[in-house]
């Protein structure tokens, strides 16, 4: 499942040199792309993004992009026989639910973008977030990935690993990590 557009835009605009000649100077719009989850850390990341980034730039293009699991993610082996085994109606509700789930969280993430009236596209990738999200950075050419961090301790972070460490290392772009506010004392 895949709901992408690619959005790119160049102007050029003309301008005088010493010599009176017209030099034409052309610039790329920025591109930026935003990696959202289910988490209250990846919103943050996408709201501060809309309010520091792209407001900066009102010609930047926005993709929103959401990694979903593969559906074969869900299915084990079976340690008797070395299969995987899943019934097709079980992978068949697994696939479903999955989209549905990919469905909510961009929804959830066009919804801010909209009340900012921010254009953006959204785009679900499938497979491991990490490789997912990168693949997904040079397929559209961004020029900032913006994504949240849910602020995991070495120890955590050694054990599950980290999609923005992962990113920030291997994407072909700049990579902005948006840490987690601290919460209000009550």
Same mark, same amino acid.
């Given at each position: 499942?895949?709901? /992408?557009?690619?959005?790119?835009?160049?102007?050029?605009?003309?301008? &005088?040199?010493?010599?009176?000649?017209? !030099?034409? /100077?052309? /610039?790329?719009?920025?591109?930026?792309?935003?990696?959202?989850?289910?988490? &209250?850390?990846?919103?943050?990341?996408?709201?501060?993004?809309?309010? +520091?980034?792209?407001?900066?730039?009102?010609?930047?293009?926005?993709?929103?992009?959401h990694a979903q699991h593969a559906v074969d993610h869900? %299915?084990?082996?079976?340690?008797?026989?070395?299969?995987?085994?899943?019934?097709?109606?079980?992978?068949?509700?697994?696939?479903?639910? &999955?989209?549905? +789930?990919?469905?909510?969280?961009?929804?959830?993430?066009?919804?801010? =973008?909209? &009340?900012?009236q921010v254009d953006a596209t959204a785009a679900v %990738?499938?497979?491991?977030a990490k490789e997912a999200i990168c693949q997904a950075?040079?397929?559209?050419?961004?020029?900032?990935?913006?994504?949240?961090?849910?602020?995991?301790?070495?120890?955590?972070?050694?054990?599950?690993?980290?999609?923005?460490?992962?990113?920030?290392?291997? !994407?072909? =772009?700049?990579?902005?990590?948006?840490?987690? /506010?601290?919460?209000?004392?009550?």
């Amino acid at each position: 499942m895949e709901d /992408t557009a690619a959005v790119s835009g160049a102007h050029g605009a003309g301008a &005088e040199d010493g010599a009176g000649r017209a !030099a034409m /100077t052309s /610039t790329k719009a920025l591109k930026v792309m935003a990696a959202v989850d289910a988490s &209250e850390e990846s919103l943050q990341a996408l709201s501060w993004a809309l309010d +520091n980034v792209v407001r900066c730039h009102p010609d930047a293009a926005l993709v929103v992009v959401h990694a979903q699991h593969a559906v074969d993610h869900f %299915v084990y082996p079976i340690a008797a026989h070395g299969l995987a085994y899943a019934p097709p109606s079980a992978v068949e509700s697994m696939r479903k639910a &999955e989209e549905e +789930n990919s469905r909510r969280i961009l929804a959830r993430a066009l919804d801010m =973008c909209k &009340e900012r009236q921010v254009d953006a596209t959204a785009a679900v %990738v499938e497979g491991d977030a990490k490789e997912a999200i990168c693949q997904a950075v040079e397929r559209f050419q961004a020029g900032l990935l913006v994504l949240g961090s849910r602020g995991l301790g070495k120890i955590k972070r050694a054990f599950l690993g980290s999609v923005s460490d992962y990113l920030s290392h291997h !994407a072909c =772009c700049p990579v902005l990590v948006v840490k987690p /506010t601290k919460a209000q004392p009550k």
